[in-house]
């Protein structure tokens, strides 16, 4: 039986309180578990792209965000405490937040996978829970955590939820023995490119418009790398595939042009798989030659399939095939958060890591 753990009544978070920009760094009251939650002891949380939109309370985060909240969706934590009800976790367990609170009833809960709930809730976001990881502690249903087998730190647990990303959209895309493509060399496309990697693929091109970022693609797995404000990427494809184009893409950039460009470099039978967030809408100059007659398949992806990617991603992460901590570029306190997101609005990191009790 795991030891017993002293609990504080107050502890430090970051909040939104009001619809508009930033948050407080703030004494609230540690919350209680309720009937099938866990009271977990944060002891790392990751920042995300899509915290900038949340940070600024922009267009985007009016949609996907409910105030208020406490942010944070990345999140590896410890449990100490269980709500009456609680199964499947106990008092010591160490823990991955899937933070994609499935409904459990809808067509998609039921048919399909929680991943793509009609009804989700979100951790981090203010859906359905206010709790989220920049805290020192939080409370999430007992039914949204994984526990960990291996012996992985606080920093791989925390960086599971990216990777699952990653790993969701590379397994969809079947790369044992094929060329791919990774547009984008953010922390989801540079873990992309180690997944791929891992699963077989033979080459792994990388790219990028920053010398830096895609330095850190080859220690990640990249076999090629192909800064694109240098070198036409239709143009090396082509020439490196001898005008056949590329088996599969897994595109992580979300920028439309790029997003627009994938479809003109895939062979015949190539697959994509659509991971980057565009903001505005795609256009294919070649319906016919670049999609119809290819044959195409073209996957998207939100999320980790629950919990079959955890199961996954666990293992290559545990038995050294990816290594998460390569695209840590910052550990900062959680009390210097605003330096943590000027930080990330400047283009510097990679993936910035909060600790909650500093």
Known sequence: MAASVTIPKMMKALVKKKEEASYTHEEVPVPEPKAGEALLRVDCVAI????????????????????????????????????????????????????????????????????????????????????GGCSEYTTVPAQYLYVIKSGLDAEEIALLEPLGVAHNAIERLEVKGQDVLVTGCGPVGILAQSVAKALGAKRVIATDIEDKKLELAKTMGADITVNTKNQDLKEFVMKLTDGVGMDRICECTGVPPVVNSTFSMLRKGGHLCLVGLPKQPLHVENVLQDVLFKALTMRTVHGRLIFHTWEEIEKLVSQKKVDVKKVVSHRIPMSQFEEAFRVLFSGEACKILLDPTK
Request: overall charge neutral.
């Open 48 to 131: 995300c792209g899509s915290d900038i939109a949340l940070y600024k309370w922009d267009d985007v985060a009016r949609v996907i965000a409910t105030v208020p909240f406490i942010p944070g969706h990345e999140c590896a934590g410890t449990v100490v405490k269980c709500g009456p009800g609680v199964k499947g976790v106990a008092v010591g367990d160490r823990v991955g937040v899937e933070n994609h609170f499935y409904c459990g009833n809808c067509y998609q809960c039921k048919h399909e996978n929680g991943a793509i709930c009609s009804n989700m809730g979100q951790f981090g976001h203010g859906r359905k829970t206010e709790s």
